[in-house]
């Protein structure tokens, strides 16, 4: 079945630091890739859209310029969470859609938990 | 608005059946999906709906009535291994996915 890769699993990193989590689709080719974060015991809050060769679409509330996502092929979109603080701390999970409709189920990375110290 | 309402968590016995309810409110509908969480994991599909009726996949089986904005997951011969978090969500008109804060289900033996 379809597999999206997701590095590191899980980070620790200085306040003040960036950090960069990578999303991949392994075995198909992604144009779309979601990035949600998940605070304990909430939901999946989606942060943006990120869109093969060009801009991703960031939600309401989200800065673009704290969490920069670059999805430079059709396998590969990361996030960067820069000049990290102890409140971005938080389970940071990717998604894509291997299927050709909008209603094909979404596979997950296994998701990066970021401690910001 | 958009809004899913899912009970925050249930309890039941190793063995048993529980059933999961979800009721949601969307601009439009393109279908509900339930996906199962275990902690401190991404989540993983379970099913998706766009139809009414029941459908089911093996000890799981999901439920749809799109008049009455509701879906439930049932989960048959309940393992210990199903203490999760039940996630449901639904397409809006948009094809944009709305969740539910999901249902911590506790399995005891």
């Known amino acids: 079945g379809a597999v999206v890769s997701q590095h590191p699993s899980w980070v620790i990193c200085k306040s003040g630091t960036s950090v960069k989590i990578e999303c991949r689709s392994l075995?198909?080719?992604?144009?779309?890739m979601f990035w949600y974060r998940q605070f304990p015991k909430q939901s999946l809050m989606l942060m943006a859209t990120?869109?093969?060769?060009?801009?991703?679409?960031?939600e309401q509330g989200v800065e673009k310029d704290k969490f920069l996502i670059n999805h430079a092929s059709l396998t590969l979109s990361t996030l960067t969470v820069t000049s990290a603080h102890p409140e971005d701390s938080s389970f940071y999970i990717c998604?894509?859609?291997?299927?050709?409709?909008?209603?094909?189920?979404?596979?997950f990375g296994n998701g990066t938990r970021l401690t910001v110290t | 608005g958009q809004n899913i309402d899912q009970p925050t968590e249930m309890t039941a016995t190793e063995g048993a059946i529980v059933q999961i309810n979800c009721t949601y409110q969307?601009?439009?509908?393109?279908?509900l999906f339930w996906y199962q969480q275990h902690a401190g994991e991404a989540p993983t599909f379970l099913s998706y709906?766009?139809l009414d009726g029941l459908e089911e996949k093996g000890r799981f089986s999901s439920f749809l009535s799109r008049s009455k904005g509701y879906s439930y997951l049932l989960l048959k011969e309940l393992q210990m291994k199903d203490s999760a978090s039940y996630l449901c969500?639904?397409?809006?008109?948009?094809?944009?996915?709305?969740w539910g804060a999901g249902t911590k289900l506790i399995i005891k033996p």
């Open positions: 998604s894509a859609n291997p299927g050709t409709g909008d209603n094909s189920p979404l596979h």
């Open positions: 075995d198909f080719q992604a144009t779309t």
């Open positions: 990120s869109n093969e060769g060009s801009k991703a679409t960031y």
């Open positions: 969307t601009s439009g509908f393109n279908g």
């Open positions: 709906n766009v």
């Open positions: 969500a639904a397409l809006d008109s948009n094809y944009q996915l709305i």
